[in-house]
C-alpha cells in the first residue's frame, strides 16, 4: 500500500516531462525557433576572447588576418586568412613589422599579396559547423594543421556564416548558401585564385554548405574545384533530426521514435532541408572531374556515421551513366573496401568516364575523432594532400 503513491508520483513526473517535451517539439515547428535551434548562432563560448586577435588563439603575431567578404545581398561576413607556416617563416620580419594601418585595406596587407600574388598559392575554404565563430573550439586547431601540414604554400579562409559571430544578418538555408559562393567569389575575383587551385572543406553543417556551394558553382557557372572534403556530414536533415541531439545532449525528434507517424508529421515540417545528398549526387553526376572524400568517426554521436555511407553512395551511384543507376548491392561489391584495423576502414570508387573525366569518390571512416575534433586530424589533412597531389589512393 505503501508503494502507490510512488508509482503516483513517477507517473506524474513522466507525464510532465512528457507534456514539456511536446510543449518543446511544438515550439520547434516555428521557423524562428527552428532556425535558432539548428544554427545556434547566438551561442559561443569564447567570451574572454576576441577574433580580431587571433595570437589569442595560438597563432604567430599576423599569421591570421581578419577581412570582410561582402554577399550580393549586403550581408558582412567576417572571415580568417591564415598563412601557411612555411610561408610565414620566410616572410616572418615584414610581417612582424607590417604596421596596423596596412592592414586596414586588406588587400594592401601583405598576407593578402602573399596569398594572391603567388602563382602556386593554394587555398582551402573552411565551412564551419553549427554555433561558435571562425575562433570557436576546435576550428582553429583545424587551421593550424592544414597550415602547418604537407601541403606546400596552403592558405586556409574560414567564414562567419549570416548571423554568426560578427557578420551581419541571420541565418537561414539560401543565406548561408548565398554566404558560401560570396566567399569563393572573394577568392575567385578579389583573391584571383584559380578554382584548380581551391578544395572546399566542410565540417558538420559545414557539409552541407560546401556541397550546396559546389553544386552551384558546377551547374550554374560550368566551374569545377579541384576537391571537395567532407568531415562529418550528414544526408538531410529531416533525417538526421530523427536522430540527432544539439550539443550530443538535447533532443530533436529522438524521443518520438516510438511514434513514427508523429515523428514523420514534425519531420515534414523541418523548414531548413539541406539535402545533401541530393545536391552531392547531382554535382557529382554534373562534374566532368571530381575528387570527393567523405570523412566520419565512429565515435561521433552527434551525427552517426552511417551518414557517410548514404553520402558515399549517393555520390558513387551518380557516377552511373546508366538510366536506372546502380543498386545497393552493386554499389558494395565494386567499391575497394580496405580494412585499416584500429584506424578505421576506406571505401574508395573510381571511374574513368567516356568523356575522359575521372570521378573519384573516397569514404575514410575512422574509430576516434567523435563528432568536433576529427576535421583537426591527419585524415583530413592527408585527404587533402593527396587531392592537391592527385592521387587517388591512400
Ligand atoms: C541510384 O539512382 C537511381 C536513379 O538514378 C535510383 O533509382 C536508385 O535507387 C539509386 N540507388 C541507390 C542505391 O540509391
Known sequence: MA????????????????????????????????????????????????????????????????????????????????????????????????????????????????????????LIINFHGNAGTVAQGWRTDTYRALTSGPVYKLHVVAVDYRGFGYSTGSPNEKGLIIDGIATVKWALDVAKIPSERIVLLGQSLGTAVATAVAEHFVVKEGLEFKGLVLVAGFSDLPTLLMTYAIGGVIPILSPLKPYPGLQKFFAKRIQETWFSATRLANLVRKSKNINLRIVHSQNDFEILWTHSDTLFSAAANATSTGEQGLTQKQIDSLKIHQDLGESGFSNTWMTMQEDGGRKNIRQDVVRYGGHNRLVTYPVVVKAIANIFRGEDSN
Open 3 to 122: 508503494i502507490a503513491p510512488i508509482f503516483k508520483k513517477a507517473y506524474w513526473s513522466l507525464a510532465l516531462i512528457g507534456g514539456l517535451y511536446f510543449v518543446y517539439v511544438t515550439l520547434l515547428l516555428n521557423g524562428w525557433i527552428q532556425r535558432q535551434a539548428l544554427y545556434v548562432h547566438n551561442l559561443h563560448t569564447a567570451w574572454w576572447q576576441s577574433p580580431n586577435k587571433p595570437e589569442q588563439f595560438g597563432f604567430l603575431k599576423n599569421q591570421v588576418r581578419p577581412f570582410t567578404v561582402v554577399t550580393p545581398d549586403g550581408e558582412e561576413l567576417y572571415a580568417w586568412h591564415t598563412l601557411p607556416l612555411s610561408i610565414y617563416i620566410e616572410n616572418e620580419d615584414a610581417l612582424i613589422r607590417e604596421s596596423a594601418s596596412s592592414k586596414e585595406d586588406p588587400q594592401s596587407s601583405l598576407a593578402f599579396k602573399l596569398l594572391a600574388k603567388d602563382p602556386e598559392s593554394r
